[in-house]
């Protein structure tokens, strides 16, 4: 596989798109483990993935012109976030950027892909100043805990958290430190 990837901001044009990468790993978690606990037309759904196309936070990863990643990338935290013991807690939140719905095409998982994606993420994080990211993941998404401590996020360990698009409330929190 050439490795010509390249994360950019989605246009409102491709949330279909977009749209179709999370419904058809859905699709195929259905098959075996919803492993994130998102639901289709729940949670990323198109107005989710709209507004965040709209206030420029909804990235894709790129490949010879064909969308195989989403994340959004901002600076939006819940406020259960304060209560974690963030290895640097004097940072103002301007300089910490939050990753939220991670996934990579189903067809790619396991060829590196997320590794590519989430080093691409940290570069456009060095690039805009930002100084660490922070993100969470549902405790029992136990591929995602692993991928995140392979690519050397601090596991903080389990908290409390409270999101709208769920009834979950127990999430793993991940730092990394980019200085």
Not at 37 to 46: H, M
């Amino acid at each position: 596989m050439k490795d010509n990837l390249r994360i950019r901001n989605a246009k409102l044009s491709e949330i279909n798109d977009v749209l179709k990468l999370y419904n058809d790993l859905l699709d195929s978690m259905d098959k075996t483990v919803n492993y994130p606990k998102w639901t289709k037309g729940v949670y990323p759904d198109f107005n989710y993935l709209e507004d965040k196309a709209r206030s420029k936070e909804l990235f894709i990863l790129i490949q010879d012109g064909s969308i195989i990643g989403s994340s959004v990338l901002n600076i939006d935290r819940i406020k259960d976030y304060q209560k974690i013991n963030w290895s640097q807690p004097e940072l103002d939140e301007s300089e910490i950027l939050t990753i939220h719905t991670f996934a990579v095409k189903e067809n790619l998982r396991g060829q590196g892909i997320g590794k590519k994606f989430i080093n691409l993420i940290e570069e456009y994080a060095l690039e805009n100043g930002f100084k660490s990211i922070h993100l969470d993941t549902i405790y029992s998404n136990i591929p995602a805990v692993h991928f995140y401590e392979n690519n050397d996020y601090k596991n903080l360990g389990q908290a409390e958290l409270h999101y709208d698009e769920t009834d979950e409330t127990r999430f793993i929190m991940f730092e990394k430190d980019l200085i």
